[in-house]
């Protein structure tokens, strides 16, 4: 990858994040430019850590910070991520709130 297009890339991360780097929330309508500027700005073998509020795909989306569902996480695998894990879970906040914490590999070419 050319220096121009790291600089270009990680400028759209940035510009997707908040001042800590982070995505504080990320909906569902959104995801195209947030998920391609995420697995862009992995390098080849390294990770990527997405902790996010989960639901059902019936179930409300409320409000933000909004829930996901697992097929909302799917562009990240059709990205060309590896899913090496995934955990779906309640946290201890009062009341608990469902969550997935997943993670992924960005394979190295060449290497499956």
């Given at each position: 990858?050319s220096?121009?297009?790291?600089r ?12 800590k ?6 909906y569902a309508e ?8 995420m697995?862009?700005c992995?390098?080849p073998?390294?990770?990527?850590l ?5 639901r ?6 409320g409000s ?12 990240f695998?059709?990205?060309?991520l590896d ?10 906040e009062?009341?608990?709130v469902r969550r997935?914490?997943?993670?992924y590999?960005?394979?190295i070419?060449?290497?499956?």
């Amino acid at each position: 990858m050319s220096r121009a297009r790291a600089r270009e890339l990680a400028k759209t991360f940035l510009e997707l994040c908040d001042a800590k780097g982070w995505f504080e929330a990320l909906y569902a309508e959104a995801d195209g430019a947030a998920i391609y500027a995420m697995v862009n700005c992995v390098t080849p073998g390294g990770s990527l850590l997405v902790i996010a509020r989960g639901r059902e795909p019936n179930d409300d989306p409320g409000s933000m910070p909004w829930p996901l569902t697992v097929s909302d996480l799917e562009p990240f695998v059709q990205s060309g991520l590896d899913l090496i894990s995934f955990e779906d879970f309640f946290d201890r906040e009062d009341p608990p709130v469902r969550r997935f914490k997943v993670q992924y590999r960005k394979p190295i070419e060449g290497n499956p």
